[in-house]
């Protein structure tokens, strides 16, 4: 499921950086211990730390609290692995600037999460997917701090590089709707369809649009949709309050 600002990941994935340091057995140790029991995983990482593991032990520490649900904590714990990367010249240090933003986000602290990836992004590092998700993120962070503009020139560059990625097209799906380009909207949401069909928060939008251009018939189809595939949870709550509209007409 994509929520429309919030990835709710259950890692936070690091690229491989370009002529990264070879990872030691003691990272693929820490890192299925940060995966399989995060509370241990902080624990593992933490020990590591203290006994010379770098970035890497940082790393990995911001997995398991990720994977334990602490966005805050994780978002830390990347921050000081970028840090220190960047004092040891470390390749690594940009994709660490971009999971702090990432994480900064899932902690609901858009301010911090701009600021993480404007260091990924200023240090002109990033390209292909690694640059697209970033300027996805910056996007999504934009919208959260109600910069509307400055997002939608984020999404555009963000559809450059990472045009494979649903979120993308759904966070510029709704852009468009919210800015009343409803053609742009049509078009985006139908990307985000193709590429994830059965996620319920890409049927809800593509309902919203539907029903902002009168075409009633696929919003009903969208919601109902989204009713099906996430039943008792909040989309679904939001599907049957948006189909409310219809029977109100019919009264």
């Keep these: ?72 904590a994780a978002a830390g714990a990347f921050e000081d692995a970028a840090r220190e990367a960047e004092t040891a010249k470390d390749p690594r240090a940009p994709q660490y600037w971009a999971s702090a933003g990432n994480a900064w986000i899932a902690a609901q602290q858009p301010a911090k999460a701009r600021a993480a990836i404007d260091a990924a992004l200023a240090t002109g590092a990033l390209a292909g997917l690694d640059l697209g998700e970033a300027h996805l993120d910056r996007a999504r962070a934009m919208v959260a701090l109600g910069d509307t503009e400055a997002a939608r020139s984020d999404i555009d560059r963000a559809l ?20 009343g380009d409803l053609p742009r909207a049509a078009h985006d949401i139908t990307e985000a369809l193709r590429r994830s069909g059965d996620d319920p928060s890409v049927q809800l939008e ?20 989204v009713i099906e595939l996430a039943p008792g949870t909040g989309l679904a709550s939001a599907a049957r309050k948006a189909l409310e509209q219809f029977s109100a007409t019919e009264k």
């Design 160 to 179: 450059t590089y990472a045009d494979k990625d649903p979120l993308a097209w759904l966070l510029s799906a709704t852009l468009a709707r919210r800015a």
């Design 1 to 72: 499921m994509l929520p429309i600002l919030i990835l709710a990941l259950q890692t936070v994935p690091m690229q491989e950086a370009t002529a990264a340091p070879k990872e030691p057995p003691r990272f693929t140790q820490c890192m299925d211990l940060a995966t399989t029991d995060p509370a241990k995983g902080v624990v593992d990482a933490g020990q590591w730390r203290t006994e010379g593991g770098g970035v890497l032990a940082r790393q990995c520490l911001g997995v398991a609290y990720a994977n334990g649900g602490k966005w805050a």
């Design 206 to 225: 593509a309902g919203n649009i539907a029903a902002a251009s009168g075409n009633e018939a696929d919003a009903r189809t969208a919601w109902a949709r």
